[in-house]
């Protein structure tokens, strides 16, 4: 069972398992136009010969938890649920303090002062570079704005962290209440480096993902005695649709890809190739962990 399968890791996840033959359970929260371009990866499972079902509603209300678990029931056929994967993207991404004027200061133009040359011209070459791929020119380009006029509220933040952290509670809870775990369970959430890091904006996200973890730890001491395995995985900066959101996205993936050993950015596939490994046998000791999987992302430095 995937929480935000359709797209980004929760897509890619699901993509790996139905290629090793476990039956793929969807829940996901989209627009009816978007329904086209989501379905040719749900095709792409179907066409593994699993089955697949796949619930467009809120996973973050008691009645849509409640209502997937019912129709899942039936189809089950006394199946249980092996992983459950907690990959919703549904947070807010406010400053929580004005942005500084200092902070706006671009690079370029400090450096066209200094050859004496118009600021204005320099700032565009830059940023034409840096929007036509050269990642080298991110820390010259101009910065990134935030709207400053919008600043976190206390509901933004209670419900992001709701989202984004501890429902993974609620839904480990429904799904074992209703006696629906395999005897040898993963629970799996996604977390980033932005757990530890303060990036413009990302305060509620950022509180949220340590909510997950702390959560997760929990799950992991707790449900242990009922067979159930909790683990974290923080991916490396990937360029997916939920990042794409994060004010200043294209920076990070260019500071992220400068810095990795491997002079490239984490990959959905990269991640989800972590995950299927977590759902085998082998990985069954391995509960309360944080599994890093950034290609050595966090400890270049």
């Not at 929760?10 to 929260?29: D, E, F, P, Q, Y």
């Not at 609620?170 to 775990?181: G, N, S, Y």
């Not at 395999?182 to 509180?207: C, F, K, P, Q």
């Not at 500071?255 to 490239?264: L, S």
Request: with cysteine; aromatic share 6%; hydrophobic share 40%.
């Amino acid at each position: 069972m995937i929480l935000g399968g359709s797209s980004g890791f929760g897509l890619a996840t699901a993509k790996k398992l139905s290629s090793w033959g476990m039956n793929i359970c969807v829940v996901h929260r989209d627009r009816r136009g978007a329904m086209a371009n989501i379905e040719k990866g749900f095709e792409q499972i179907r066409a593994s010969g699993v089955r697949f079902h796949s619930y467009n509603t809120d996973a973050l209300s008691p009645e849509g938890r409640q209502g997937v678990i019912d129709q899942l029931v039936p189809e089950l056929d006394g199946g249980k649920v092996r992983l459950l994967l907690h990959s919703i993207a549904f947070g807010n991404l406010k400053l929580v303090a004005p942005q500084h004027p200092n902070e706006r200061e671009s690079v370029a133009a400090a450096l066209a002062a200094k050859l004496g040359l118009p600021p204005d011209k320099v700032e565009e070459a830059a940023d034409s570079l840096f929007e036509a791929g050269d990642e080298r020119f991110w820390s010259v380009a101009s910065p990134p704005r935030y709207e400053s006029d919008l600043l976190m509220e206390d509901e933004d933040m209670a419900r992001t962290i709701y989202a984004m952290g501890t429902s993974l509670l609620c839904w480990t809870r429904e799904i074992f209440d209703r006696k629906l775990f395999s005897e040898d369970a993963r629970v799996l959430g996604m977390t980033s480096e932005g757990n530890e890091t303060a990036w413009l904006g990302y305060a509620a996200v950022s509180a949220a993902k340590v909510a997950l973890e702390s959560v997760s730890r929990s799950i992991a001491r707790e449900f242990a005695p009922y067979g159930v395995r909790s683990n974290v995985v923080q991916a490396g900066v990937t360029n997916t649709p939920a990042l794409k959101l994060i004010p200043g996205s294209a920076q990070l993936l260019a500071r992220a890809k400068a810095k990795n050993p491997f002079g490239r950015t984490t990959r959905v596939e990269d991640v989800a190739n972590v995950i299927a490994l977590l759902a085998t046998d082998e990985a069954g000791w391995i509960n309360g962990s944080l599994v890093r999987v950034d290609g050595g992302e966090k400890i270049a430095g």
